[in-house]
């Protein structure tokens, strides 16, 4: 599928919305709500089977995926914003928390995404974060950008232990 050129038009996520979907172990999507499909402007036959990076966003910096994916691997869910891509080009910003869910015998089921809005004080700050965060991986490439990402949380009093908490917090923030 072509990449949709972005636009600076964003799609509105309301308070009640849900934006949950499924992933095997590659990130490969396996489930989407319908709220999903509504916002992203994809059908369920577009998205099934297809990586989640098709809702990339150009302005998402790189070491937000490596956070995630270096947490769930370790079978530790996290809550970070994300900015994404939809078909038309337009985009949605959401706090996601991305968990591992077990079968009961303790092996992998899936991963599940569950989105809500975010508040226009995270976006603000979050927005201006991760402008410099991709800033500093073009210049310096991703360990400094992840440097940038831990030195930003030290400021504010936080660590990765905290990451998921402060995350929430700054998206009730008023
Ligand atoms: C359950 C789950 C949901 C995800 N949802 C998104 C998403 O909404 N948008 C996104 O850009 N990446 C999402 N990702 C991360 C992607 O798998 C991928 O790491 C990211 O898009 C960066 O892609 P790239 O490394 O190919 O550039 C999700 C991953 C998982 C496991």
């Known amino acids: 599928m072509e990449r949709p050129t972005p636009t600076d038009v964003e799609h509105e996520v309301t308070n009640i919305d849900m934006i949950v979907s499924k992933s095997d172990e590659a990130g490969n999507i396996t489930y989407t709500n319908p709220i999903f499909m509504k916002i992203s402007g994809y ?23 490596k956070y995630l994916w270096d947490n769930l691997k370790e ?5 970070a914003f994300v900015k994404n891509l939809c078909k038309d080009g337009g985009f949605y ?12 015998d303790g092996s992998f089921r899936n991963y599940v995404s569950t989105r809500k809005k975010i508040s226009d004080s995270a976006k603000e700050a979050i927005g201006a974060l991760y402008a410099k965060l ?22 504010n009093g936080q660590s990765t232990e905290t990451f998921n908490d402060y995350m929430t917090q700054l998206n009730q923030a008023a």
């Open 43 to 65: 059908s369920q036959g577009e998205l099934l089977d297809q990586p989640h990076s098709l809702l990339r966003h150009p302005d998402m910096p790189k070491v937000i995926f």
């Open 75 to 79: 079978g530790k869910d996290v809550t």
């Open 134 to 155: 991709l800033e500093i991986e073009k210049s310096e490439g991703i360990e400094a950008s992840e440097k940038a990402l831990m030195d930003f949380l030290a400021e």
């Open 93 to 104: 910003w959401v706090l996601a928390q991305v968990r591992v869910a077990k079968n009961p």
